[in-house]
Structure formats: C-alpha cells, structure tokens
C-alpha cells in the first residue's frame, strides 16, 4: 500500500501538471504558479507521508493498513463513484450528493478507528488508522477529479456538473475574464485544501471512533472478577 501510494501521487501530482500546461495563458496569472506549486507540493507530499513519516507513527504498521488499507479504498471508491455519477446523472443540484459522499467517507474514518481500537487496546493505531484512510481516499478523489474534468472537457456533460456546481456563478463574481483558467484554479485550489484538511479530518475521527470503544473495553475490564 505504501508503494501503491507512492505511485499514485506521482500519478496525481502529473495530472495536476498535464492541466497546468494544456490550459492556456493560465502561468500568466501570477497566482496560476502558486496554485500549480501548491497543487503539486501537497500531492507528493501525501507520497513522502505513506513512504516515511505514517509508518513512524505505529510500531506494526501492517496491522493498521489491514484495516485503514479497505477503509482507504473504500472511501476512493465512493469518491470516485460521486464523482463519475455526477458526469453520468448530470443533477441539477448536486449538493445532496456531496453530503452523501462525505458522510460515509467520515464514517469510514471513524469506523477504522474503531476497528483498531478494539483489536489492539490501544489509541495510537487508531489515529494512524483514521489518518490512513484519510490520505488513501482524498488522493484516489483527487486523481479520478483531474481525469474527469480532462476526459469530458469542453462537453455538454461537463458544462452540466459546471452548472450543478454553481461554477459559472462563482467565476461571474470572481472578476477574472478567462473561464478556463478560472476552473484551472478552482480545481487546484479544491485539492489543495481538501488534502490539506482530509487527514485532520482522519485524526479527529479516528479519535472519535475509538473513544468508545477504548471505553468500552475498559469498563468490561474492570467488572471482570
């Protein structure tokens, strides 16, 4: 899984590129480079974390990934399958939809936090759980995001999830002039912080998933004769 992951956010990091460069004019926007570096820094950056710093965070790092590495790939699939369905479907709102979508990726979160904690006693693998699933997920969005939105560029299905997404609202109030490099942007700056946040996000309820059940564990422990 650490592998996979590595390759997957040299994978994702190169689509965030490939639309950098095939959107025009879109470098001479002064804050087209710091979106493209910024894009691109925290995608490889999800690439070192599974490669050095996650494994530090549990003594049997294996373990966690049994539970985090389906739960991780679990929440890509729901990611990925929103995402497509969107294109598919084309509502006209999809705003139930992102609700849906990010209400069973949170209780996926907590659900591998919860699992951990029961199957080892302890808090750490939980958190490192949480925050497996937490990278897996996001960086599988991100990659089958960026494909979507090149796949089906310039479509009438595209200009539909435009629509249902409030896109051509946002770049009216916007000021800027281009609509392409406008969404350009607006993609980078979506994965930048939905990465950023996502494994916060995979802390917190891990945590939360745990808690009770390490309560639990505790309370049956100590009315053990």
């Given amino acids: 899984m650490r592998r996979i992951m590595v390759i997957g956010a040299i994978v994702t990091a190169a ?42 965070l549990d003594r049997e790092p294996a373990q966690v990934l049994r539970v985090a590495g389906p739960a991780g790939l679990a929440a890509g699939a ?33 659900v591998a936090g919860g699992v951990l904690a ?36 310039g479509t009438a299905a595209q200009e539909a999830v435009f629509r249902a997404e409030g896109d051509y609202e946002d770049f009216a109030r916007s000021g800027m002039v281009d609509f392409d490099v406008f969404v350009m942007g607006d993609f980078l700056g979506a994965g930048f912080y939905h990465l950023l946040l996502s494994p916060v996000f995979g802390l917190v309820l891990g945590a939360l998933g745990a808690a009770p059940v390490l309560l639990f564990r505790r309370k049956r422990a100590n009315s053990a004769p």
């Fill in 78 to 110: 729901v990611y990925a399958v929103e995402t497509i369905a969107e294109y598919v479907v084309r509502p006209a709102d999809n705003t139930p939809w992102g609700l849906a979508e990010f209400g069973l990726v949170f209780a996926l979160m907590a």
């Fill in 118 to 153: 029961w199957s080892t006693g302890r808090l750490r693998p939980a958190l490192a759980g949480g925050l497996w699933t937490g990278l897996i997920g996001p960086l599988i969005w991100y990659a089958v995001t960026l494909s979507a939105f090149y796949l089906f560029r």
């Fill in 15 to 56: 689509l965030v590129l490939f639309g950098v460069f095939t959107t025009p004019h879109f470098l001479d926007v002064g804050r087209g480079w710091i979106g493209a570096v910024a894009a691109t820094g925290i995608v490889l950056a999800y690439g070192a974390a599974a490669h050095l710093v996650i494994p530090a």
